[in-house]
Structure formats: structure tokens, C-alpha cells
């Protein structure tokens, strides 16, 4: 008898462990693994991809002027073995300054086709990475940019080395724009001149814990720390430590944050504590009825105005 009642607390124990085990591999399918299909952490297929139309208005016409410039392709291996992707477009007509832009989750290259067009009739050299494990670029899991801000610094040495970059600006969107922050807290180029973020999240554990709550109803707790262990063991990195917060305390060249006063997928709160986190130049605009990445969208001439003032204040 006393051996049956030892033995169902630790058989309980251990069905407890499995359950956890089973979500938090669930839990990495959805939100990591870069070749899964199901329903993801960042809103769903049908709200990822109603995001993304939301920056590529007048999507027709832009194909059409897309398919018209001479991309060039390009591509680094990193320090991991993985070779990245790129295009690159010269600009006929060049201002001197080179544009990186970065795609959001489970995004592309091809995409963004509106700032593009933009900053190219602005005279800026344009570079757009497909992020590991996106596009054409090798990887199978999703950074959320931590790795991918290692993977950023060698897209702006190569841009340096090959290209002659001599002034840089870093403008990413959601997964794209937490990027750009990660980026900006590393030790940079003297080129790269301004980031600009438009929706980022502060950490990944907490996008990801806001996302299981908003799309799931649960709590994050305990499910997201197995989660993150199980991201550790099998993509080298873990939630904690992939801290947007963190690095733009760290970071040193201009910031200008940009985020939807309507986000509910990134909480435009987020926005607020990046800003105040961050330590050096820096600029905040929250847009009035825009959601998640749709302030070119809804502001546009006024979008277009505030990052060229702040690109060229840094020319001042």
C-alpha cells in the first residue's frame, strides 16, 4: 500500500513533465520552427498576412515597378554556416546613402515594396535581407532578431567593403524592427548613421507571452520557460537573453521608434518603454489610429516627412 501512494504522486509528476514537455514542443513548432505551416504566435496566418498587405498598398503598381529595377543578388555565410540572402538595388541617381531594410516574421525580401520605392526616388542604395530562415535564406528556426542582428553587422560590412557604403541607415518592421534595435546595441560601423524601428517589441519572452495570452487565452507560465529551454537546446538562444530592451540601453547611434497607436499584436506600450530605455538620440512617434505596422499606410506623406528629417538631421 505505501508503495502504490509513492508511486502516484511521482507518476503524476511525470505526467506533468510529459504535458509540458508535449506544449512547449507545440508551443516551438508555431513560434520558432521556420518550416512549420500551422497557425503562429505573431496572430495567426490570416492577421500575418493582412499585416503585410497593410505596407504594401497599391500593390499592383508596385509589383510592376519592382519587376522593373536591377536588383543585384547577394550573399554572406555566417559564422554558423548558413548562407543569407539579399537583393540590392543602385540607385541611378544616388544620394549617398545606403537604406537596409528589415522584413517581419515569417516575411521576405520581396515585400515592402512602398518604402522601397521611396527611399529609392529619395537616392538611396537599397539592401533587403531575407532574415534566416525566411525567403531564399537558409536556417530552420526564427531568430526574432537576435542571431540576426550578428547576421545584420555582416550585412553592413559587406555593404562597407563591396558596396562603399559610407552612410547607413537601419529601418526595419516588426520582427524586423526588434532587429534593428538588437543591432543598434552592438559595437557598429561609423556608417551606420540612424535606426529606425517601426513596431518593435521589447524582449521575445514578453511578445511572445502577450501573443499566447491574446491569441490562446492562457498564461505563459509554465508553458513558455519549457518553450525557451527547448529554443536553447535545438536554435541556441533563449527568450530571456533576447532582450530588445536590453541592447538599446547599449546602443549608441540615433533611434527613431515608430508604432501604431491601435497595435494590439506588438502593445504600442512596448514603443513608450524602448524610447525610455534607450540612452542616446533618440525620437518617438506614435501614429493616431494606426494598428500593427500600418503607420506608412495610414500617415504616409507624414511618414515620409518625419524619416527623412530624421535621416537628414543626421547630416547636420
Not at 97 to 106: C, D, E, Q, R
Not at 156 to 177: N, Q
Not at 220 to 246: C, H, K, M, W
Request: negative net charge.
Amino acid at each position: 500500500m505505501k508503495r502504490k501512494r509513492v508511486w502516484i504522486p511521482t507518476l503524476l509528476i511525470l505526467i506533468v513533465l510529459a504535458g509540458l514537455a508535449g506544449a512547449g514542443q507545440y508551443f516551438y513548432g508555431i513560434a520558432i520552427n521556420s518550416n512549420s505551416e500551422a497557425v503562429d504566435l505573431h496572430g495567426g496566418k490570416n492577421e500575418a498576412e493582412t499585416v503585410t498587405a497593410s505596407v504594401e498598398e497599391e500593390e499592383s503598381l508596385l509589383e510592376h515597378w519592382t519587376s522593373e529595377q536591377n536588383f543585384e543578388n547577394l550573399e554572406i555565410e555566417t559564422s554558423d554556416e548558413l548562407k543569407l540572402k539579399a537583393v540590392y538595388l543602385e540607385n541611378e541617381n544616388p544620394n549617398g546613402k545606403t537604406v537596409v531594410l528589415a522584413h517581419g516574421y515569417k516575411g521576405n525580401k520581396e515585400q515592402l515594396p512602398g518604402i522601397t520605392k521611396f527611399y529609392y526616388e529619395q537616392g538611396f542604395h537599397i539592401l533587403k535581407p531575407d532574415a534566416r530562415g525566411h525567403g531564399e535564406s537558409e536556417g530552420q528556426y526564427i531568430g526574432y532578431g537576435w542571431h540576426d542582428r550578428l547576421d545584420f553587422i555582416e550585412w553592413v560590412d559587406l555593404l562597407i567593403e563591396e558596396k562603399g557604403a559610407e552612410s547607413l541607415i537601419l529601418h526595419g518592421f516588426s520582427m524586423g524592427a526588434a532587429t534593428v534595435l538588437m543591432t543598434s546595441g552592438e559595437e557598429l560601423p561609423e556608417e551606420v548613421q540612424g535606426v529606425i524601428a517601426d513596431s518593435a517589441y521589447t524582449s521575445v519572452e514578453e511578445e511572445l507571452a502577450h501573443q499566447m495570452k491574446n491569441l490562446y487565452g492562457i498564461p505563459s507560465f509554465p508553458i513558455l520557460q519549457v518553450t525557451s529551454l527547448i529554443t536553447d537546446l535545438r536554435a541556441g538562444y533563449n527568450f530571456n537573453e533576447a532582450s530588445t530592451l536590453q541592447q538599446v540601453k547599449q546602443a549608441e547611434v540615433p533611434i527613431f521608434f515608430i508604432h501604431g497607436a491601435e497595435d494590439v499584436l506588438v502593445p504600442t506600450d512596448m514603443a513608450t518603454e524602448l524610447y525610455k530605455a534607450a540612452g542616446g538620440e533618440k525620437e518617438l512617434w506614435i501614429v493616431p489610429e494606426a494598428t500593427h505596422t500600418e503607420g506608412y499606410t495610414v500617415a504616409k506623406e507624414d511618414y515620409q516627412e518625419r524619416i527623412m528629417k530624421f535621416i537628414n538631421g543626421k547630416d547636420d
